[in-house]
């Protein structure tokens, strides 16, 4: 038992790296840009500076190492975000959860 927990563990911080680089690679980030700026998400949100919520950038550093569904449900767990996701729906939202967590590379 001990020894499948410790290579699950042992193959799971071997897989991190190369799944944030997968993900870096399938992202269309004019389609994310898109998406973020038509979801209401850059009126709070900027790539680099913190507005009225954090930097995309500070985000990715909160989620490095977790995937966008993490980000995702982040996102939608915030009332503020309301608004915001109804404009956005699931798949533009996982889309730019996915674009953010690029940022941290």
Known sequence: ??????AAAVA???VVPF????IAQK???EQAKSAAK???CLNCHDL???KVGPAFK?????FKGKGAADLSASVKSKPIHAA????????NLKLVSEWILTLGN
Do not use: F, P, W
Not at 19 to 22: E, F, G, L, P, Q
Not at 58 to 62: F, I, V
Not at 84 to 91: E, P, S, Y
């Open 48 to 50: 680099e500076k913190k």
């Open 27 to 29: 992202v269309d980030v």
């Open 84 to 91: 915001a996701l109804k404009q956005t729906g699931d798949k």
């Open 19 to 22: 799944h944030s680089t997968a």
């Open 12 to 14: 799971g911080i071997l």
């Open 38 to 40: 038509k979801g209401g």
């Open 1 to 6: 038992m001990k020894r499948t927990v410790i």
């Open 58 to 62: 500070d985000s990715a550093a909160k």
